[in-house]
């Protein structure tokens, strides 16, 4: 049976790139493989499953090894450098301003956390919004506001709304979802604006607010 071909670190996306970067630094340095809760803890991300699933594709580009079973450290795969080296990210070309581009978020059910990845390029409007990011929606739920699958909105980052508001809602730190917000005591309602989908109800501790809607690109062709 052929081996198969480790992925080339060019083909990385840079998220995966910074991790698979930060082993490369530090494993010489700690005297055990480090877990996935500390490998968050030193990059400060806040999902643990979206680490996983970056630290699984450098398992099958053949960086890491498996890691059978969850309380095992992080190992890189034999051949690796010891220490930190320049990975390739391919770069994005733009004419104009950019904004982060932090992946996607579900107008339906909740679906990966966010996570940087790229730029896009937005109008004029928007250039110098160091506390602005856009993400590509997915699925149709916020369909009555004029937000369809496959936009783009530009999202004020802060840490709390008022009710009313479209927000980025990151629930249990696993998933992100785009929907209005209402906030009760002892409750979160998130509204979806399809008369065919119901309410999201969560506990506020379930809740964190990622942003808020502040704009909308919509790609044509």
Not at 13 to 33: G, I, K, N, S
Not at 76 to 92: D, E, F
Request: net charge positive; aromatic share 2%.
């Amino acid at each position: 049976m052929q081996a198969t071909r480790p992925r080339s670190p060019a083909s990385l996306t840079r998220r995966q790139a910074q991790v698979l970067a930060w082993l490369r630094e530090t494993l010489p340095a700690l005297d055990h493989p480090p877990t996935l809760d500390e490998v968050c803890a030193a990059l400060g991300l806040s999902s643990r499953g979206s680490l996983h699933k970056h630290v699984q594709a450098l398992v099958v580009a053949g960086l890491v090894e498996p890691m059978n079973g969850r309380q095992r450290g992080i190992v890189l795969s034999p051949g690796q450098p010891a220490s930190r080296q320049a990975v390739p990210v391919v770069p994005v070309r733009t004419q104009g301003p950019t904004l982060p581009l932090l992946g996607r978020v579900a107008a339906g059910q909740p679906i990966d956390a966010l996570e940087e990845d790229a730029v896009i390029e937005v109008g004029a409007g928007w250039a110098g919004r160091a506390d602005h990011y856009a993400l590509t929606v997915r699925g149709d739920s916020m369909i009555d506001e004029g937000i369809h699958d496959g936009d783009v909105v530009v999202v004020e980052h802060r840490t709390s709304a008022r009710n009313g508001e479209i927000v980025v809602a990151l629930i249990d730190g696993e998933a992100a979802t785009l929907k209005r917000i209402e906030q009760r005591p002892g409750r979160v309602v998130l509204h979806p604006a399809n008369s065919s989908m119901r309410p999201l109800v969560f506990d506020p501790a379930q809740v964190t607010i990622r942003g808020v809607v502040k704009g909308l690109i919509r790609r044509y062709g």
